[in-house]
């Protein structure tokens, strides 16, 4: 029943940018990795970037050079600053956190980028 909330996703033109967020609710503690993933149409779930709880941070290479990863833990927020879009980034985007015991997830925010 809990839910991580994302929000940030739209349409852009290539080469454009956006700013991914998700809160992770009061009710998940003891957090490990937070984790972005996406899945494009018949497509198998990706996973994008992640962020240790120590604010290391690790890319998918499709995604290096052009994603960044942060955590605030006093919000309890992760974010995802996508710049220099392509079409093949258009995918929905999942937000994932990981407590060495359970993983919960958000919806998907749908990202599109335009030719």
């Known amino acids: 029943q809990v839910q991580l909330v994302e929000s940030g996703g739209g349409l852009v033109h290539t080469g454009g940018s956006l700013r991914l967020s998700c809160a992770v609710p009061?009710?998940?503690?003891?957090?490990?990795?937070m984790n972005w993933y996406r899945q494009a149409p018949g497509k198998q779930r990706e996973l994008v970037a992640r962020?240790?709880?120590?604010?290391?941070?690790s890319y998918g290479d499709s995604v290096k050079g052009r994603f960044y990863i942060w955590r605030n833990n006093a919000k309890n927020t992760v974010y995802l600053q996508m710049n220099s879009l392509k079409p093949e980034d258009t995918a929905l985007y999942y937000c994932?956190?990981?407590?060495?015991?359970?993983?919960?997830w958000g919806q998907g925010t749908q990202v599109t980028v335009s030719s």
């Open positions: 009061g009710d998940i503690f003891s957090i490990n990795d």
């Open positions: 962020v240790s709880a120590s604010g290391r941070v």
């Open positions: 994932n956190a990981n407590s060495g015991v359970a993983d919960y």
